[in-house]
């Protein structure tokens, strides 16, 4: 069964620029979760996504941060624009629908804004 | 809210010792939690998950339990390895599909 695909894994950008990640989730899962990982802390959720609808969204910086899951397969996450303190890990995971099922995760993206 | 914490934040023990990782969570009303071990610059792998009518789930030399009542799940690790050297991650499940993470703990194992 192939896991949950992310890309770039690296990226590197100036503050002000803009940047977007993509994310492929296992087949079948319906639900897509972003996660925010600063240096030295645990995920953070982002974004929850119900195949397509948003079920959660409520820690997005929606003033520069948006994602959409086109079609409930492949999603994408935006930043624009980015800040210094943007500067961390996302990492996209998936599951079944159903409660307490397990989420499986990406390898992630390692974002660095100089 | 649900707060998740993890204690120690770091440990260092040598090669063969039996260890705990600790984890407690604010909020009961857990669907379940999981536990996830983190390699540097990778993503999340889950190790073992314990859905809250369970007590404890084992995988090899993983024991992981968890006691609701008083908010609290621990990671066992026996006869532990230089390759077992890793961050460890509790993530408590609060229904609505949200999952809280600790920070987790960073474990080095010394041959």
């Known amino acids: 069964e192939a896991g949950v695909a992310q890309s770039p894994r690296y990226k590197i950008i100036e503050k002000r620029q803009s940047v977007a990640f993509w994310c492929n989730p296992i087949s079948g899962h319906a639900t897509l979760y972003w996660y925010q990982q600063i240096l030295g802390q645990g995920p953070k959720l982002l974004i929850q996504f119900q195949n397509n609808g948003v079920v959660d969204d409520s820690q997005l910086p929606k003033d520069r941060f948006s994602a959409e899951r086109l079609k409930g397969v492949d999603s994408t996450l935006k930043i624009q624009p980015a800040k210094l303190e943007d500067s961390a890990v996302y990492l996209c995971?998936?599951?079944?629908?159903?409660?307490?099922?397990?989420?499986?995760f990406g390898q992630g993206t390692r974002l660095t804004v100089v | 809210k649900q707060e998740v914490t993890q204690i120690p934040a770091a440990l260092s023990v040598p090669e063969g010792e039996n260890l705990v990782l600790n984890c407690s969570f604010t909020?009961?009303?857990?669907?379940?939690l999981q536990w996830f071990r983190q390699d540097p610059g990778k993503g999340l792998t889950s190790l073992l998950l314990i859905q809250s009518s369970q007590r404890e789930q084992t995988s090899g030399r993983l024991n992981a339990s968890l006691d609701k009542s008083s908010g609290r799940s621990t990671l066992y690790i026996a006869a532990s390895q230089p390759g077992d050297s890793a961050t460890y991650l509790c993530a408590a499940d609060t229904g609505g599909f949200k999952t809280i993470f600790g920070a987790g703990t960073r474990l080095f194992v010394k041959a």
């Open positions: 995971a998936s599951s079944q629908t159903g409660v307490g099922t397990e989420a499986f």
């Open positions: 909020d009961s009303a857990i669907y379940n």
